[in-house]
T-cell receptor, first 116, second 112 residues
Framework: GAGVSQSPSNKVTEKGKDVELRCDPISGHTALYWYRQSLGQGLEFLIYFQGNSAPDKSGLPSDRFSAERTGGSVSTLTIQRTQQEDSAVYLC??????????????FGEGSRLTVL | DQQVKQNSPSLSVQEGRISILNCDYTNSMFDYFLWYKKYPAEGPTFLISISSIKDKNEDGRFTVFLNKSAKHLSLHIVPSQPGDSAVYFC???????????FGTGTKLQVIP
């Protein structure tokens, strides 16, 4: 597709269950980011990928959160043993080669996670 | 530690008037600044940016001003239109390092 694609768009889960959120970046974009926006909050950085490696995962809130990227393309964010405070919109973004990038990110529409 | 701050959570402006959205930052390593616009149920979209070597960048109705000594930037929208009603995020990055840090956003309402 032409833009960043995220799935599912909405996910309701019970506390303690694991969830996987998927991001398909724009073709040719080597950098991929995960952010989240909790209710009433700004965009919180989670993790950044350059190719398949993650030079910066400093924003992951706890060891229940993990992410991987394969083939320099699709990324999956996994949240284990979900808690109510994990409820948020999880946004994925991609960008061109950072060496030539000035910070402009292209965002998907987000995955809204609700933990009951 | 909030490195990019938008102290006004909301702003209301009459159609046709100027909207001024403000942003402050604390990290002196930031050298590129961006504004994003977000409509409900959509991802943020890039609006305008400015490099730290400049103090102004203009694109149509949108102008961003940067005051490095004050670590302050602002976005001016003139004239404001109802379609400009959205949440505006200020963001910043440090050269060569692509983590983009966002502010908490300002919700702009343009009243017809």
């Amino acid at each position: 597709g032409a833009g960043v694609s995220q799935s599912p768009s909405n996910k309701v889960t019970e506390k303690g269950k694991d969830v996987e959120l998927r991001c398909d970046p724009i073709s040719g974009h080597t950098a991929l980011y995960w952010y989240r926006q909790s209710l009433g909050q700004g965009l919180e950085f989670l993790i950044y990928f350059q190719g398949n490696s993650a030079p910066d995962k400093s924003g992951l809130p706890s060891d229940r959160f993990s992410a991987e990227r394969t083939g320099g393309s699709v990324s999956t964010l996994t949240i284990q043993r979900t808690q109510q405070e994990d409820s948020a919109v999880y946004l994925c973004a991609s960008s061109l080669d950072p060496a030539a990038n000035t910070g402009e990110l292209f965002f998907g529409e987000g995955s809204r996670l609700t933990v009951l | 530690d909030q490195q990019v701050k938008q102290n006004s959570p909301s702003l209301s402006v009459q159609e046709g008037r100027i909207s001024i959205l403000n942003c402050d930052y604390t990290n002196s390593m930031f050298d590129y600044f961006l504004w994003y616009k977000k409509y409900p149920a959509e991802g943020p979209t890039f609006l305008i940016s400015i490099s730290s070597i400049k103090d102004k960048n203009e694109d149509g109705r949108f102008t961003v001003f940067l005051n490095k000594s004050a670590k302050h930037l602002s976005l001016h929208i003139v004239p404001s239109q109802p379609g400009d009603s959205a949440v505006y995020f200020c963001a910043a990055s440090a050269g060569g390092y692509q983590k983009v840090t966002f502010g908490t956003g300002t919700k702009l309402q343009v009243i017809p």
